[in-house]
């Protein structure tokens, strides 16, 4: 609860928390579901009491919503290229030849190049749809069906533009030089190594000597 007065009182701005609040839906309903698995199984594969179990699994809840609602908060209050950004600047600084390292930057930034694209794409097709009065009355297999049938189209489609993207960087010059530079660096010195620092020790001397 003290991590969630933290991370709610560093962000007072009515409109973030809607936003939040909008990409937390959907684990609210997946969660609630999970804990009827895990009580289920834990009731046929333990000796444990059901008191014991539903204890256990409402606060493991909780904690759940508390990790992904912290999560949301970071994603929603720092773009996901500029998390990007930073490991490369990080990993710039550090002068390492590996190009594994390097491979995985580059797959982060074309999901969260093509991901978006390939969703938008998907919205516009189903509000299409709907304009011209196609999907109105579907029942929801049919809906299903019809997801079915679209996305390997614009999947593909999507995978021939990551195509075009590879060879133009190739052309660039991709592979023959590790690290690779940033075009927009994030500032990372000293200082902010030891901010990270003492804000890990503080957590880490709380959680093993608060009385509380």
Not at 131 to 146: E, F, N, P, Q
Not at 155 to 178: C, N, P, W
Not at 187 to 205: A, C, D, E, S
Request: with cysteine.
């Amino acid at each position: 609860m003290i991590h969630l007065a933290v991370a709610l009182g560093a962000q007072l701005n009515r409109s973030f928390f809607s936003r939040v609040l909008k990409r937390i839906k959907p684990f609210l309903f997946y969660f609630p579901i999970m804990l009827i698995f895990y009580v289920g199984f834990s009731l046929l594969l333990t000796d444990a009491s059901i008191g014991h179990i539903v204890n256990e699994a409402f606060f493991g809840l909780i904690k759940l919503t508390l990790m992904v609602g912290a999560m949301m908060f970071c994603l929603e209050s720092m773009p996901s290229q500029d998390m990007v950004n930073i490991g490369r600047s990080i990993w710039v600084k550090m002068n390492r030849r590996w190009q594994w390292v390097e491979d995985c930057f580059l797959f982060l930034g074309m999901t969260l190049r093509f991901y978006p694209t390939f969703q938008s794409n998907w919205t516009t097709v189903r509000h299409s749809r709907k304009s011209l009065g196609l999907s109105t009355d579907l029942s929801w297999l049919a809906k299903v069906k019809m997801a079915a049938r679209d996305m390997p189209g614009m999947l593909i489609h999507q995978l021939r533009r990551s195509e075009d993207v590879a060879t133009a960087m190739q052309l660039r010059g991709y592979g023959q030089k590790y690290p690779r530079g940033v075009t927009f660096p994030i500032p990372f010195g000293r200082f902010h190594l030891i901010q990270m620092g003492v804000i890990t020790l503080g957590y880490w001397i709380y959680h093993q000597y608060a009385p509380f």
